[in-house]
């Protein structure tokens, strides 16, 4: 029980849950600030009043979501001097400089342009209103580049010595941090899953409203951007991983070995489907694997050698010292294979359903409709059954949830694959934490945070089922007509400014 409530167990409890809870967020907030950008942009060039209550639609989802973000991510920097003040004091130097520029980028470049946006409908102009949205859209993928960069670090340290007499790391060259090959992979494959993340919230919530036959121009508009994004961001997504996991096997051979549980390294390395085994003897007893496979996709040969864990952990041992230097076998290995699958099940959905609604097999007769129909369709191609009509469309809202949960598997593997180490061959996790935290207080602060955030999380789903089955607004006079200079047109100069939301 002491070692259960030791307090860098409960340190590390407590940062993972409000990490994991903080990250629902922040793929949500990248994608639908710049799908709520590409909407825009399509009003202001055709002026179709579709795109504007779309627009509008998801504009307003993505400010309830960013400011959530915004909510649960200031808890994540307090953290770092409440239970982590060796870390901090040990790799500050380092660890604060990407992590300046984020702030500087979330807080003052992306805010100002979201004020800008929210109050300006109707006191800038068309072209000038858009820009503010795109510019918060590259504000939000600023802002993960350089939090990522900071976590890449953590996952393969660059660019820093060790200054001995202060016992500290020293940042020595900025630039190499920020554009080492791991922060490079890393930033590719986690904007892939945002995109993923996002499509698929599209698809979701597009189908909830077509399946009620409502608000059908703005959501088969949504839906098929959604299916779209699904597909091309779950192939990005496929091949930035393949990508980072041969980074991956470079730099950090056991998280890589441990995700497909491979006890010893040998030649042909297989690639495992399913496996049970023995943590304390280092085997497994059952195994379903595929020949060569993990060898390839560690070098790009089939029959290239990969280390084992055991080997790694004994390698490890010899140059750092007596110890366990395995992660915990069992996440990484199911954590790895739920990031894969949920994730590519939301690309499979959007393959199946941009096929069906390309061919108008999916909608019935009454949603056929719109300036894009192609009339000798309607001639050959017959709806699908009302059945299994009603089950893509359960099966389309329900994969809105599915890469939220291959996401959060992907950075629990990710941080926990690196484990002992909080920095990668520098810093051990159980020298990181505040010596003079206690177990209980570290205890109350969990509760605290957990409570806090199952209560926010109540409130960001009540607002959210809230607006989404309000659907796109009605449009107003000033929507229809914005101003053609900043500050409104000479008439509606003393009007004063209206909060869109």
């Given at each position: 029980?002491?070692?259960?409530?030791?307090?860098?167990?409960?340190?590390?409890?407590?940062?993972?849950?409000?990490?994991?809870?903080?990250?629902?967020?922040?793929?949500?907030?990248?994608?639908?600030?710049?799908?709520?950008?590409?909407?825009?942009?399509?009003?202001?060039?055709?002026?179709?009043?579709?795109?504007?209550?779309?627009?509008?639609?998801?504009?307003?989802?993505?400010?309830?979501?960013?400011?959530?973000?915004?909510?649960?991510?200031?808890?994540?920097?307090?953290?770092?001097?409440?239970?982590?003040s060796d870390y901090s004091r040990f790799v500050g130097d380092?660890?604060?400089?990407?992590?300046?520029?984020?702030?500087?980028?979330?807080?003052?470049?992306?805010?100002?342009?979201?004020?800008?946006?929210?109050?300006?409908?109707?006191?800038?102009?068309?072209?000038?209103?858009?820009?503010?949205?795109?510019?918060?859209?590259?504000?939000?993928?600023?802002?993960?580049?350089?939090?990522?960069?900071?976590?890449?670090?953590?996952?393969?340290?660059?660019?820093?010595?060790?200054?001995?007499?202060?016992?500290?790391?020293?940042?020595?060259?900025?630039?190499?941090?920020?554009?080492?090959?791991?922060?490079?992979?890393?930033?590719?494959?986690?904007?892939?899953?945002?995109?993923?993340?996002?499509?698929?919230?599209?698809?979701?919530?597009?189908?909830?409203?077509?399946?009620?036959?409502?608000?059908?121009?703005?959501?088969?508009?949504?839906?098929?951007?959604?299916?779209?994004?699904?597909?091309?961001?779950?192939?990005?997504?496929?091949?930035?991983?393949?990508?980072?996991?041969?980074?991956?096997?470079r730099q950090q051979p056991m998280k890589m070995a441990a995700?497909?549980?491979?006890?010893?390294?040998?030649?042909?390395?297989?690639?495992?489907?399913?496996?049970?085994?023995?943590?304390?003897?280092?085997?497994?007893k059952v195994a379903l694997e595929i020949p060569g496979i993990?060898?390839?996709?560690?070098?790009?040969?089939?029959?290239?050698?990969?280390?084992?864990?055991?080997?790694?952990?004994?390698?490890?041992?010899?140059?750092?010292?007596?110890?366990?230097?395995?992660?915990?076998?069992?996440?990484?290995?199911?954590?790895?294979?739920?990031?894969?699958?949920?994730?590519?099940?939301?690309?499979?959905?959007?393959?199946?359903?941009?096929?069906?609604?390309?061919?108008?097999?999916?909608?019935?007769?009454?949603?056929?409709?719109?300036?894009?129909?192609?009339?000798?369709?309607?001639?050959?191609?017959?709806?699908?059954?009302?059945?299994?009509?009603?089950?893509?469309?359960?099966?389309?809202?329900?994969?809105?949830?599915?890469?939220?949960?291959?996401?959060?598997?992907?950075?629990?593997?990710?941080?926990?694959?690196?484990?002992?180490?909080?920095?990668?061959?520098?810093?051990?996790?159980?020298?990181?934490?505040?010596?003079?935290?206690?177990?209980?207080?570290?205890?109350?602060?969990?509760?605290?945070?957990?409570?806090?955030?199952?209560?926010?999380?109540?409130?960001?789903?009540?607002?959210?089922?809230?607006?989404?089955?309000?659907?796109?607004?009605?449009?107003?006079?000033?929507?229809?007509?914005?101003?053609?200079?900043?500050?409104?047109?000479?008439?509606?100069?003393?009007?004063?400014?209206?909060?869109?939301?």
């Open positions: 029980m002491e070692l259960a409530l030791a307090p860098e167990t409960l340190s590390r409890w407590q940062f993972g849950i409000t990490t994991v809870y903080h990250f629902l967020f922040v793929p949500l907030t990248i994608s639908l600030a710049a799908f709520t950008a590409g909407l825009q942009t399509a009003w202001v060039r055709t002026n179709n009043q579709k795109y504007l209550r779309a627009t509008k639609f998801w504009g307003k989802l993505f400010l309830i979501n960013i400011a959530m973000g915004v909510v649960t991510g200031i808890v994540q920097e307090f953290q770092f001097g409440m239970n982590w380092i660890f604060g400089a990407p992590l300046a520029f984020e702030a500087l980028i979330a807080f003052f470049f992306e805010s100002t342009f979201i004020g800008l946006w929210i109050f300006g409908w109707d006191r800038l102009p068309k072209k000038i209103h858009l820009a503010c949205i795109w510019m918060v859209s590259i504000g939000t993928i600023l802002s993960a580049y350089f939090i990522l960069a900071a976590n890449s670090w953590m996952q393969h340290p660059v660019g820093y010595r060790i200054n001995e007499e202060k016992g500290r790391a020293e940042l020595t060259d900025f630039w190499r941090v920020l554009t080492q090959d791991t922060a490079l992979t890393q930033v590719w494959h986690t904007l892939s899953a945002a995109f993923l993340v996002g499509g698929a919230f599209l698809v979701g919530i597009a189908a909830f409203h077509l399946a009620r036959k409502k608000h059908i121009p703005e959501m088969r508009a949504s839906l098929r951007i959604g299916l779209v994004t699904l597909l091309i961001a779950g192939a990005l997504t496929a091949l930035s991983g393949d990508a980072l996991g041969k980074v991956m096997f995700a497909e549980a491979l006890w010893d390294g040998e030649a042909g390395a297989p690639f495992s489907v399913f496996a049970y085994g023995d943590v304390e003897e280092g085997h497994n993990l060898s390839f996709l560690a070098n790009g040969d089939l029959d290239s050698y990969v280390p084992g864990i055991n080997d790694l952990n004994k390698a490890e041992q010899e140059k750092y010292g007596p110890g366990d230097y395995r992660p915990n076998i069992p996440v990484a290995y199911w954590g790895f294979r739920w990031m894969i699958g949920f994730g590519m099940v939301s690309m499979g959905i959007g393959f199946v359903g941009l096929w069906l609604t390309r061919r108008k097999l999916l909608l019935p007769a009454a949603l056929r409709t719109g300036e894009d129909e192609v009339p000798h369709l309607a001639v050959w191609t017959r709806p699908l059954n009302p059945s299994l009509t009603r089950w893509f469309w359960r099966l389309a809202l329900w994969t809105s949830g599915f890469p939220l949960i291959a996401t959060a598997w992907g950075w629990i593997f990710t941080e926990m694959g690196r484990q002992p180490w909080v920095v990668y061959g520098v810093l051990r996790t159980k020298d990181a934490v505040s010596p003079g935290v206690s177990q209980a207080e570290v205890l109350t602060s969990m509760i605290v945070f957990t409570t806090l955030y199952a209560v926010l999380a109540v409130v960001e789903i009540k607002l959210l089922v809230k607006y989404v089955k309000a659907g796109p607004p009605e449009l107003t006079e000033s929507d229809l007509n914005p101003p053609t200079k900043i500050g409104g047109d000479d008439k509606d100069a003393d009007r004063p400014m209206a909060f869109s939301y």
